[in-house]
């Protein structure tokens, strides 16, 4: 039976895809940099496979990157304060990671008018389904 992934596995794998796409590195690169194959590069940008601390700290160098930096905002941050570990943020993380999700991310971040900001960030929610979360907390509130 296969366990379940961890969900900081899966957080820093899709920190570590973020950023190798941000630095326009392929999966071959970044395992020819690190000494292992595309194949094991992608189990860990899925997490399948956990990406041991040496080979994090060689990252972290690669990447030119503190090794908190794959961490930040991650489960075990929320789960310090206190929070439940939400699956919307490593969606969100897991998204921003993508090659759609960071040039969505890179051409937002050239607008530089915030009205027309707005009104794309008005836009994108009125086409994207109801956030199951916020609208129970807004039943809940009713």
Same mark, same amino acid.
């Given at each position: 039976m296969k366990s379940p992934l961890n969900s900081v596995d899966v957080y820093v794998g899709a920190r570590l895809r973020m950023r190798r796409a941000m630095?326009?590195?392929?999966?071959?690169?970044?395992?020819?940099l690190l000494g292992v194959t595309f194949q094991q590069v992608q189990k860990?940008?899925?997490?399948?496979n956990r990406i041991s601390a040496s080979r994090l700290k060689q990252a972290a160098s690669v990447f030119d990157v503190d090794v908190d930096?794959?961490?930040?905002?991650?489960?075990?941050?929320?789960?310090?304060?206190?929070? #439940?570990?939400?699956?919307? +943020?490593?969606?969100? @993380?897991?998204?921003?990671?993508?090659?759609?999700?960071?040039? $969505?991310?890179? #051409?937002?971040?050239?607008? +530089?008018d915030p009205? @027309?900001?707005?009104?794309?960030?008005?836009?994108?929610?009125? $086409?994207?389904?109801?956030?199951?979360a916020a609208q129970e907390a807004a039943d809940f509130v009713r």
């Open positions: 630095l326009n590195m392929s999966q071959s690169k970044l395992g020819s860990y940008e899925k997490g399948v930096w794959f961490y930040e905002g991650g489960p075990a941050e929320d789960a310090a304060k206190g929070f #439940a570990e939400g699956p919307s +943020r490593l969606l969100d @993380v897991q998204f921003l990671s993508t090659t759609d999700g960071l040039k $969505l991310n890179r #051409a937002f971040a050239r607008i +530089r009205k @027309v900001r707005r009104r794309i960030i008005d836009l994108v929610e009125s $086409l994207a389904p109801p956030d199951e």
